[in-house]
């Protein structure tokens, strides 16, 4: 059972174009969602994140877009370098309770971004 | 500050080998946690640890062990390899209550 869908597998973008991968979850409970990049050889590392509670997040040239309603958020690479050729995972995690926070992550399967060119 | 740090960087078993992966921080994060990640599947959670002494089961546990007895270290062990373990390991840790997971640099293992 796979509760955070990420599409496309792959997707080739031009230089300077707008890169667009999009996440569908399940579970209503979830309440955080980043987003991780991953270099080849290398482990994920967080690159943008965002909770329901807003509807877009802007840090450069990444931003969020989430829609609470249809239970889906994108991630959007304005003006793509060839730089930002990477795997990118969605994720999702729950609040626990106590003092816990949004530590167990359940990631999407990933997309292969390259941009050319 | 060295991070999170994995060794082997690579590692092939034949079936019904054990062996150890080693993880380790040095940033005193409480939460430590072990991802496979397969193509076409993403990254999954074998085991996680709140603390020295405590572990708990992540989607995929089994054929896997963890133990905490320090902050710094959450070592995985294999039973007894097998194929379908093929597989890149990752090891993660947090600050309890952050929602950044800093990652190693994985440990790739080839289970012939």
């Known amino acids: 059972q796979q509760q955070v869908k990420q599409s496309p597998q792959s997707l080739i973008v031009q230089k300077g174009g707008i890169s667009i991968i999009n996440c569908a979850y399940e579970n209503t409970a979830f309440d955080y969602f980043p987003w991780y990049q991953q270099f080849p050889g290398k482990g994920p590392a967080l690159l943008i994140a965002?909770?329901?509670?807003?509807s877009e997040k802007k840090e450069g040239r990444f931003t969020i877009s989430f829609n609470k309603s249809a239970k889906q958020f994108s991630l959007h690479i304005m003006d793509s370098q060839p730089g930002d050729s990477a795997t990118y995972f969605c994720?999702?995690?729950?609040?626990?309770?106590?003092?816990?926070?949004?530590?167990?992550?359940?990631f999407g399967t990933g997309t292969r971004l390259t941009i050319i060119p | 500050n060295a991070g999170v740090t994995q060794t082997p960087k690579f590692q092939v078993l034949k079936t019904g080998q054990s062996m150890t992966l080693q993880c380790a921080q040095d940033m005193n994060h409480e939460y430590m946690s072990w991802y496979r990640q397969d193509p076409g599947m993403g990254l999954r959670l074998i085991h996680y640890s709140v603390g020295a002494g405590i572990t708990d089961q992540g989607e995929v546990p089994n054929g896997y062990n963890v133990s905490r007895s320090t902050t710094e270290d959450f070592p995985l062990r294999l039973l007894s390899a097998a194929p379908s373990q093929t597989s890149v390991y990752f090891c993660a840790s947090s600050i309890l209550g952050s929602h950044e997971q800093y990652f190693g640099p994985g440990t790739r293992l080839t289970v012939t």
């Open positions: 965002i909770r329901p509670d807003v």
């Open positions: 994720a999702a995690s729950l609040k626990r309770a106590r003092n816990f926070g949004n530590e167990k992550l359940t």
